[in-house]
């Protein structure tokens, strides 16, 4: 078994995790902490989210548990709206990029704060819909829509933002009167991340190619129904990087010049999403603020130098809005200790609940619930359930001595862990419960075998 360095034990209890209680700079930026903003270890040496004790959560919720704090979230989407409101002298609209984490809570949730929501799929779309949002500020996203997607966004008012040749001849098509659209224009601004998470790039497959602008501007300027309010970018998820983000406003000001020669009624530019989050200590992402603050000054100096009035600003987060806010508490199962190679721990979950290692070999950290300041003295590796050797939560854990039953927690789970949660191995999906102020509520239910089956079909002769 790999060994840990002794000296560092002592300090390096859940105590480390937790959010920081200097709140002389204010309340912190969610997307800089490793767990929610609410978490604190209790006199039962617990780790607590929303005044509530996660091992009791799992023993009333059952595990894999998605445990997703209110007060995190409610203050990152403050943040945001806060922060464009102190830095932009125009109007300003924050969006959801729900494709983080979609369902009707986390919809309802942000919507409330104020926030428009992006939708990718009519499936997205739907939810959010049903969750109360008012359609005029939906913004249906998709580089392949389908014909029905574009009628239930066109049905509920909703701004549609092309992507491609064939949806905009689609829309001019079937458009009998005028409906709103967004051009997603690539930016053709590179950004270091993981290549699956990139999009600004030029070869990528999102977007109009900026060198067609003049067809697509003349195409839509001759088609009344396609009644353009404004451009959109993004350039890519998970960025700790500011310039890119600050370069993106200059880049959209220039597109908006050339659009104005074909008198486009455009009042809207939209920055994307992409502002990163810490999952481990080593992790440094600007806050929400220095983000929008960054993104805001580029806005109004792209604007002055072209001569242009400011455009409503619209921007896009995910991952920043909803990671921080979720941890995922499981159950300790088997191990297994292979002398001088490692130990491996297995929860009761893995890849179906978090594809995120197996996919982008992103790396978390994990603490004990039920033993918060217990020294950690050993290193081992966290295996999921499944089938497939390459479900491996988190390589090299450091933690305290561990028993089958205990609770483990992996932090900053909020943000595309649900959203991409599959039935592998039939196993059911895990439920959410929102916590706050010491209260927890089922957002989603844990999925039954019956759940599992729902749409199976076994034809008679088979029986
Ligand atoms: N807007 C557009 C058009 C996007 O494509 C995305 C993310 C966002 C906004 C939100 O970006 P965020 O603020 O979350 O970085 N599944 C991957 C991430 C894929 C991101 C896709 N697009 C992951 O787990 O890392």
Excluded at 12 to 39: C, F, I, K, M
Excluded at 194 to 213: A, C, M, Q, V
Excluded at 330 to 344: A, F, H, M
């Amino acid at each position: 078994m790999l060994s840990i360095d002794s000296t560092a034990v002592q300090n390096q209890t859940g105590q480390q995790y937790l959010p920081s209680t200097d709140h002389t700079q204010g309340v912190r930026s969610p997307n800089q902490e490793l767990l929610p903003l609410s978490a604190k270890i209790n006199s039962h040496d617990c780790l607590e989210i929303g005044g509530c004790d996660v091992k009791t959560l799992v023993e009333q919720f059952g595990s894999p548990l998605y445990i997703l704090d209110e007060e995190t979230l409610r203050t990152a989407c403050r943040q945001y709206r806060d922060a464009f409101a102190q830095y932009y002298p125009g109007e300003s609209l924050v969006l959801y990029a729900s494709k983080a984490w979609n369902c009707l809570a986390v919809c309802a949730i942000a919507a409330s704060e104020g926030l428009g929501i992006d939708v990718v799929s009519g499936g997205e779309l739907y939810t959010a819909l049903q969750a109360g949002v008012p359609g005029n500020k939906l913004y249906l996203h998709g580089n392949n829509k389908s014909i029905a997607e574009l009628a239930l966004a066109i049905e509920n008012n909703c701004t549609i933002v092309v992507d491609n040749w064939l949806e905009l001849e689609t829309l001019a098509n079937i458009a009998d009167e005028p409906i709103r659209i967004m051009l997603r224009l690539t930016p053709g601004i590179e950004c270091h991340t993981h290549e699956y998470i990139r999009t600004g790039h030029l070869d990528s497959k999102f977007g109009f190619d900026p060198n067609t602008l003049d067809e697509v501007f003349a195409f839509v300027s001759q088609h009344p129904t396609l009644n353009c309010i404004g451009l959109h970018a993004h350039i890519g998820s998970q960025i700790f990087e500011s310039q890119p983000h600050k370069d993106l406003p200059g880049v959209l000001v220039d597109y908006l010049t050339k659009a104005y020669r074909y008198d486009l009624p455009i009042q809207e530019l939209n920055v994307g999403g992409g502002l990163g989050m810490r999952y481990t200590e080593s992790d440094d992402p600007p806050s929400i603020d220095e983000w929008v603050k960054g993104v805001c000054e580029a806005m109004v100096k792209a604007c002055e130098e072209q001569q242009l009035p400011l455009p409503r600003l619209l921007s896009e987060p995910g991952r920043s809005l909803i990671g921080p806010a979720c941890v995922t508490a499981y159950t300790l199962g088997s191990y297994k200790t292979i002398p001088e190679i490692r130990t491996y721990l297995a929860v009761d979950g893995g890849m179906s609940d978090n594809p995120r290692p197996i996919t982008y070999q992103s790396v978390y950290r994990a603490v004990v619930a039920n033993r918060m300041s217990a020294p950690l003295t050993q290193t081992v590796t966290l295996a999921g359930k499944h089938c497939e050797s390459g479900d491996i939560l988190i390589k090299n854990a450091t933690l305290p001595e561990t028993e089958p039953g205990d609770v483990l927690v992996v932090m900053g789970t909020g943000a595309y862990n649900y959203s991409m949660a599959s039935n592998y191995n039939r196993l059911p999906r895990p439920a959410a419960v929102l916590v706050n102020a010491g209260e927890a509520e089922l957002i989603l239910e844990r999925e039954t075998y019956q759940d599992v089956i729902r749409l199976d079909r076994l034809p008679k002769r088979l029986v």
